[in-house]
C-alpha cells in the first residue's frame, strides 16, 4: 500500500509519520544500522533489508506507456532465459528514484538490485533505469541481450578463477604426509 511500510512482521508504519532516518554506527562491532524517529517521538532500529525495503517504498505512482516490458535475464549453463513483465506503472520512491512497477510489485517485486534494470521500449530500443548501470541504454533488444550474455561469461570467468585461487591455496594448506 502506498504510504505504508512494515518495519518488521508486527509494526506497520506511515511514511508520513516517519520524521528523520539516520545511518548509526554500533559502536561495538563497528557496523552500521539504521533508525527511524516517527512523529510520536519514538526511535525505532532499522536492519539493513528493512531500510533498503524502507527506502524503495513508493510514495507516489504514475502509469506506464503500454507496450513497456521490464527485462532481466537468467543463465542455465550458457543458454538465456529472458524475463519480460509489463510495466504498469513508474513510482517516485523515499529515496527519490523512479522505479518501475510490474503486477509484482516495485522493481519487479524486487527481482531488479536496488532498482536497477532494464525496460523494453515499444520502439524496440532498450533504456536502463537506475543510476548505477554499467550499461545505459541499447538500440536493440538483441544488442542488450548480447551484453547480458558477455556479462554472464565475464562472471562466469571471474568465478572460475576464484575457485581455482581457492584451490591453490586449500592445496598449500595441506601438510605434507
Given at each position: 500500500?502506498?504510504?505504508m511500510f512494515?518495519a518488521d512482521?508486527?509494526?506497520s508504519?506511515?511514511?508520513?509519520?516517519?520524521?528523520?532516518l539516520?545511518r548509526?554506527?554500533?559502536?561495538k562491532d563497528?557496523?552500521?544500522?539504521?533508525?527511524?524517529?516517527?512523529?510520536?517521538?519514538?526511535?525505532?532500529?532499522l536492519?539493513?533489508h528493512?531500510?533498503?525495503r524502507?527506502?524503495s517504498?513508493p510514495t507516489q505512482?504514475?502509469p506506464?506507456q503500454?507496450?513497456l516490458?521490464a527485462l532481466?535475464a537468467?543463465?542455465d549453463?550458457d543458454?538465456?532465459y529472458?524475463?519480460?513483465?509489463?510495466?504498469?506503472?513508474?513510482?517516485?520512491?523515499v529515496?527519490?528514484s523512479?522505479?518501475?512497477?510490474t503486477?509484482?510489485g516495485?522493481?519487479?517485486?524486487?527481482?531488479?538490485?536496488e532498482?536497477q534494470?532494464?525496460?523494453?521500449?515499444?520502439?524496440?530500443?532498450v533504456?536502463g533505469?537506475g543510476e548505477?548501470?554499467?550499461?545505459?541504454?541499447?538500440?536493440?533488444?538483441?544488442g542488450w541481450?548480447?551484453?547480458?550474455q558477455?556479462d554472464?561469461q565475464?562472471?562466469?570467468?571471474?568465478?572460475?578463477?576464484?575457485?581455482?585461487?581457492?584451490q591453490?591455496q586449500?592445496?598449500?594448506?595441506?601438510?605434507?604426509?
Open positions: 500500500m502506498i504510504g512494515d512482521w508486527r509494526t508504519l506511515s511514511l508520513s509519520s516517519i520524521v528523520k539516520s548509526v554506527r554500533d559502536p563497528d557496523q552500521h544500522t539504521y533508525e527511524v524517529v516517527t512523529d510520536d517521538g519514538k526511535t525505532r532500529g536492519s539493513n528493512a531500510y533498503d524502507l527506502v517504498a505512482l504514475m506506464a503500454p507496450g516490458l532481466s537468467s543463465f549453463g543458454v538465456p529472458v524475463h519480460r513483465t509489463p510495466v504498469i506503472a513508474w513510482a517516485l520512491c529515496d527519490g523512479i522505479r518501475v512497477v503486477p509484482a516495485v522493481d519487479d517485486g524486487h527481482a531488479w538490485q532498482g534494470g532494464y525496460v523494453l521500449m515499444p520502439d524496440g530500443t533504456q533505469v548505477y548501470l554499467d550499461h545505459g541504454s541499447f538500440d536493440t533488444f538483441e541481450l548480447a551484453q547480458q558477455e554472464h565475464a562472471r562466469m570467468e571471474h568465478q572460475a578463477a576464484s575457485d581455482r585461487y581457492a591453490a586449500a592445496s598449500a594448506e595441506e601438510p605434507e604426509a
